[in-house]
């Protein structure tokens, strides 16, 4: 019977990496140093392109800041030409009533010329001259005052259509570079997503050399062959009985984004109007992996609250191995090395480390659950978190998501 499941297992193996070809993951404990070296120098490549993204957001920023002072004093040049506009109507509006006069002065008046009666009351001919100058410097001058209030709101006018359109160029400018930042920043949230810490892997490579080693594991054994033997044998603690079935790992929720729902997304999210209250359940009886936290990739200022409480549960599904991480934890109830029921609450839903959404009002609250058919943590298998990422599963083929839920 025994050696019935090892082949199923051994096969399954096989397919997956039909499934997912990668000749470069590690099988085995002495290609794993090799492979190590390699995944070290993808995972500091990461880095560097979060750091240049984070960069490029700061730069945006900033210059979305500057358009937003450039666009705040357009709107107050607008304001101010306006006012200019009005300021010249209404001084035009005063000369007009002002050369009214000056011309009702000086024009025929009940029937009389009072303009000639102006010029030849004159007592002599330098006062007459000296009558005919005022009369046509006043006209003249009051013409020039209007002219030039004229060309000036013609010129406001201008002006104002100008920084109009300036306004609408910087309005449109701010849209595209909003919407850049948020590119980049949706880019290295996938990345952010997709990879621990170097630190963390490379501690976790040196466990599993360790763990694999102290087990007995032969220098060129097939890793998982080697584990799955270990842990089925009957002095093992770590074996756990093979579950036929799964349940949802909370009680009351609402599925949120998929496997790959996202660029670098590797699990189901899912949420609960308990928010922080919702108990978190292993989706079949199991044994603890792991309990650690995500270090924030270095990076806790972008969309983190804190390092993420993760729990790793190995799960003997149908005689297959399955790795399940619950991630996002607000508090964990159980440690490495438990064995656990599906009905074991092993912690509390939250929004610790890299998470979307503003924490105002829990939205970012949710479960973050990842299936493989290994793990990079010692004892899961995978010598390397490349070689985990190439065996994701889909969490929907094991567990019902729908819409929402009110029971496991």
């Not at 560097?48 to 002072?69: F, L, P, R």
């Not at 008046?109 to 005022?134: D, P, V």
């Not at 406001?156 to 980049?184: D, M």
Request: aromatic content about 8%; overall charge neutral; hydrophobic content about 30%.
């Amino acid at each position: 019977m025994k050696r019935g499941i090892v082949s199923v297992i051994i096969i399954s193996i096989f397919l997956s990496y039909l499934i997912f070809p990668d000749e470069t993951v590690a099988k085995t404990l002495a290609e794993s140093k090799a492979e190590a070296n390699k995944y070290n120098n993808e995972i500091k490549e990461k880095q560097n392109k979060i750091a240049k993204n984070d960069a490029e957001v700061a730069k945006i920023t900033k210059h979305i800041g500057e358009i937003e002072g450039q666009i705040k004093q357009a709107e107050n040049d607008i304001n101010t030409l306006q006012n200019e506009i009005e300021d010249s109507n209404k001084k035009i509006d005063e000369k007009g009533k002002e050369s009214k006069k000056i011309i009702e002065y000086y024009q025929l008046s009940n029937g009389e010329n009072s303009y000639l009666q102006y010029i030849f009351g004159a007592s002599s001919i330098t006062e007459m001259i000296y009558r005919i100058s005022m009369t046509e410097q006043l006209t003249e001058y009051n013409d020039k005052v209007m002219k030039e209030l004229d060309e000036l709101i013609v010129e406001n006018k201008s002006q104002q259509k100008q920084l109009g359109e300036k306004k609408q160029e910087l309005n449109s400018l701010e849209t595209e570079l909003k919407s850049e930042r948020e590119k980049i920043n949706a880019d290295t949230k996938a990345i952010r997503d997709t990879i621990p810490s170097v630190q963390e892997q490379l501690k976790a490579s040196e466990a599993n050399i360790a763990y694999l080693k102290k087990i007995g594991c032969g220098l060129n054994e097939d890793v998982q062959d080697c584990i799955y033997r270990v842990n089925q044998s009957s002095s093992s603690a770590t074996s756990v009985p093979s579950s036929g079935s799964t349940l949802r790992p909370i009680a009351m929720g609402t599925r949120q984004g998929g496997l790959y729902s996202y660029s670098g997304h590797l699990g189901q999210d899912m949420t609960s109007p308990n928010k922080k209250g919702e108990t978190i359940y292993p989706i079949a009886p199991g044994y603890v992996l792991s309990v650690y936290q995500d270090s924030c990739y270095g990076f806790c200022g972008f969309r983190c609250n804190g390092n993420a409480n993760i729990i790793v549960i190995r799960h003997n599904i149908n005689g297959k191995y399955i790795y399940a991480s619950y991630v996002h934890l607000s508090q964990t109830f159980v440690g490495t090395g438990q064995i656990v029921s599906a009905y074991t609450p092993i912690g509390k839903m939250g929004n610790t480390g890299c998470t979307s959404g503003s924490d105002e009002g829990g939205t970012s609250i949710h479960l973050h659950l990842e299936l493989a058919t290994c793990h990079w943590k010692p004892g899961g298998g995978c010598l390397s978190y490349s070689a985990y990422t190439s065996r994701i599963v889909n969490p929907a083929s094991y567990v019902t998501f729908p819409g929402s839920w009110s029971n496991r």
